[in-house]
């Protein structure tokens, strides 16, 4: 549990400024009130040596967000990155994604969404709330209308208009519980339709009606699941803790455990082109499976670095990593 509040939860440095209210010279008795504000990422020289927290393709080009409101690109397949012109937001950026390759949406701390039209080289602001730091943790959009984000105490958002609003969505309680209040920590969804948040307890919070109604699978494992993938052939993924990765055959009902042989925690996972699948995580883990996550073997980078994410690259090495120290080679 440590490292997974670490890794997600911890806010990094200082993620807003604080402005303090002058006291009313009419009213000797008035009370300093601190009123939290936006201030803009800057860019700074080190920005492609901060923590990335997730990545994703507008097209071509490679985008990661991280820390400070930090957002790279890469035009190059990895070869180099540069900091987006303009983003709205110095808080932690935990997750980001692309319908095309111009319009994509990334999500963080203080529940802030933001918008890009231009294959995140600038953004806006679409939400946030400075009355509790009830941080997103993943976005996910199926078309460039309709997407979710969800994140700390069950909280998930829904929007039918592109962003321009958001709506909360009232989930059901676990079996067992008074109330929804588990972490959602990654949203995904598939070719039907259904809809996939990963949860703490090994639940996955699951919609097969296009996130009308919410139910749970339990997949029989008790940690934190933090990512999901859909698989090209309709298989599911799920992976957390102690390098834990579960597999469903049949939308999520019922789920079996993939073997792995390292107990890293899982962060991230991606399928190539060749249908292989790629596991990254903490500890400088990275895992490989070539029959369709039943199994994973792997190493750890001799960094340790904590991995983050990967993308499949046209590389000699074929994939792009980022980590606790920005994007890294393999």
């Known amino acids: 549990m440590k490292n997974q509040h670490k890794l997600i939860l911890a806010v990094s ?39 990335m927290l997730a990545a994703t393709r507008a097209g071509k080009r490679i985008v990661a967000v991280g820390d400070y409101g ?8 990895g070869k180099s990155f540069h900091q987006a012109k303009s983003v709205p937001v110095s808080s932690t950026l935990t997750s980001v994604t692309f319908t095309d390759a111009n319009n994509g949406w990334a999500v963080g701390h203080w529940g802030a969404i933001l ?8 953004w806006v602001l679409q939400r946030s709330d400075f009355a509790v730091d ?22 998930m958002l829904h929007t039918a208009d592109g962003g321009a609003s958001w709506s909360v969505v009232s989930l059901p309680p676990p079996a067992g519980a008074k109330k929804a209040d588990r972490n959602l920590y990654a949203i995904f969804g598939d070719a039907k339709s259904c809809l996939y948040a990963t949860s703490e307890q090994g639940r996955v919070l699951h919609s097969e009606d296009a996130g009308a ?19 090209a052939d309709g298989a599911l993924l799920v992976g957390g803790l102690r390098g834990t990765i579960y597999r469903s055959d049949d939308g999520g009902k019922s789920w079996q455990v993939s073997k792995t042989n390292l ?19 903490l500890d400088g883990l990275n895992m490989i499976s070539v029959d369709g996550g039943v199994s994973f073997v792997g190493k750890q980078r001799q960094d340790r670095a904590a991995l983050t994410a990967v993308i499949e690259t046209q590389t000699p090495s074929g994939m792009q990593l980022f980590s606790s120290l920005g994007p890294v080679g393999e």
């Open 13 to 51: 440095g200082a993620l807003f400024s604080v402005s303090v209210m002058a006291s009313s010279i009419e009213s000797p008795v008035a009370v300093n009130k601190p009123q939290l504000k936006v201030t803009a990422a800057e860019h700074f020289a080190g920005a492609t040596s901060v923590k």
């Open 70 to 77: 930090v957002v790279l690109l890469s035009d190059d397949e």
């Open 115 to 122: 918008k890009t039209a231009d294959g995140g080289q600038s």
């Open 134 to 155: 009830q941080p997103l943790f993943s976005v996910y959009f199926k078309n460039a209308n309709e997407g979710w984000a969800v994140g700390l105490w069950s909280l």
């Open 213 to 231: 109604t919410w139910e749970y699978a339990e997949t029989g494992y008790s940690g934190s699941l933090w990512t999901g993938l859909n698989l």
């Open 263 to 281: 107990k890293s925690s899982v962060t991230n996972m991606t399928q190539r082109a060749d249908k292989s699948i790629v596991a990254v995580g």
